[in-house]
């Protein structure tokens, strides 16, 4: 039995430091991003006239925000007052929990890098998707 107690610990400690080194770079990447782009270039780029850009923006912005859905609602909340194509902003919505930074770091430590980018590019899309037909029914 201590045998099984120091393996379970042993691994735990090694997540934690894997997992810790992940969280400081992506936490870092984001904080060099947000202080260097301001939220009105971001919602020129959002606003965009082609549709798909915009809705692309969006999907880019759930993508390097790292939110779980409980922080996404005010940035939402902010994007609706500010006139952002509904499309742009329900893209984000989606995009903004399921491809957090966290989410797909871990994918990669555990399920592997072709797993994640299967993962990645299939929520990516279907997310984009998803925001087009919630704006063509509203």
């Known amino acids: 039995m201590p045998d099984v107690v120091t393996k379970v610990l042993l691994e735990f400690l090694s997540l934690s430091k894997n997992l810790l080194v992940l969280f400081l770079g992506i936490s870092f990447f984001i904080s060099f ?33 790292p939110f779980c859905s409980c922080s996404t609602i ?18 984000y919505l989606f ?6 930074p966290w989410i797909l770091g871990l994918m990669a430590y555990i399920y592997g890098v072709k797993v994640t980018a299967i993962y990645t590019v299939t929520t990516f899309v279907f997310s984009m998707i998803i925001g087009w037909y919630l704006d063509k029914k509203n």
Do not use: H
């Not at 270039?41 to 880019?60: C, D, H, I, T, Y």
């Not at 005010?74 to 893209?91: A, D, E, G, I, S």
């Not at 995009?95 to 957090?100: A, G, I, V």
């Open 33 to 65: 991003i947000q202080a260097y782009v301001p939220f009105e270039k971001v919602e020129r780029w959002m606003g965009s006239k082609n549709p798909f850009l915009g809705n692309l923006a969006g999907a880019l912005l759930g993508f390097i925000t």
């Open 74 to 91: 005010p940035l939402l909340v902010t994007m609706l007052n500010r006139n952002v194509p509904f499309q742009t902003v329900m893209t």
């Open 95 to 100: 995009t903004s929990p399921l491809l957090d």
